[in-house]
């Protein structure tokens, strides 16, 4: 049977990471979120207790190794051998996830092991630039959407179940300033691949969606 690449893109909040983790799960293939590569990175340069101005982000991904292995909840993350599965997802990395993921030499490193990961097919990978930087030939190319308030519900939902303490309208305001950094950055920015197929996620469950990207996902593996 034929083994593809799934790229789902789309900004935070929009339903990509748990809806490829559940088709990647369907379809026996891996599951890469591209987005805990950078989240990880980010809990590193916090860690480091230094500005972001200036910082030596060269050096810092010379000595570190972030790895991303299969788990009963979909994915566990390393990061030099440490698994900071919950601690990539708090609040503060993800206020800074966005400017470290802007780096050039951060992009350019992980973008080179998102595609080592990948390059055999079988594989769903969520993030910003799947589709138009990571694997621009990917099989099947999606764009996920939804509006800021059913996103920032969600998120808050995520965030309170792993410990922190936060408001739907804190969230809604980090997300709304997030979408602008991401698509305006200038490496790598979020926007939808020209040969992307959209889906609204607002209104529909998780279920709805996994289903219809694994309907999308079947047509070309029985093409």
Request: glycine share 6%.
């Amino acid at each position: 049977m034929k083994k593809i690449i799934i790229a789902l893109d789309g900004p935070a909040g929009s339903g990509k990471t748990t809806t490829a983790r559940e088709v990647a799960k369907k379809l026996n293939y891996i599951y890469i979120d591209t987005g805990a590569m950078y989240r990880a990175t980010t809990l590193a340069y916090i860690r480091s207790g230094k500005e972001l101005e200036g910082f030596d982000f060269d050096s810092l991904m010379s000595n570190i190794k972030i790895e991303l292995e299969p788990s009963e909840s979909g994915q566990r993350t390393l990061l030099n051998g440490e698994d900071v599965s919950k601690e990539i997802r708090t609040a503060e990395v993800t206020k800074l996830a966005s400017p470290v993921a802007a780096v050039g030499i951060v992009r350019e490193k992980l973008v080179d092991q998102q595609r080592e990961l990948g390059k055999q097919g079988g594989v769903v990978m969520d993030g910003r630039d799947i589709g138009t930087v990571v694997f621009p030939n990917a099989d099947l190319k999606l764009y996920m959407h939804a509006s800021i308030e059913a996103r920032a519900e969600r998120r808050t939902k995520e965030l309170i179940a792993a410990g922190s303490q936060v408001t739907v309208e804190e969230i809604a305001k980090l997300i709304s300033d997030r979408d602008d950094f991401d698509s305006s950055r200038e490496i790598s920015p979020l926007r939808k691949a020209d040969d992307a197929q959209v889906i609204d996620t607002s209104n529909i469950t998780i279920e709805e969606q996994t289903n219809l990207v694994i309907d999308l996902a079947n047509k070309i593996i029985n093409s």
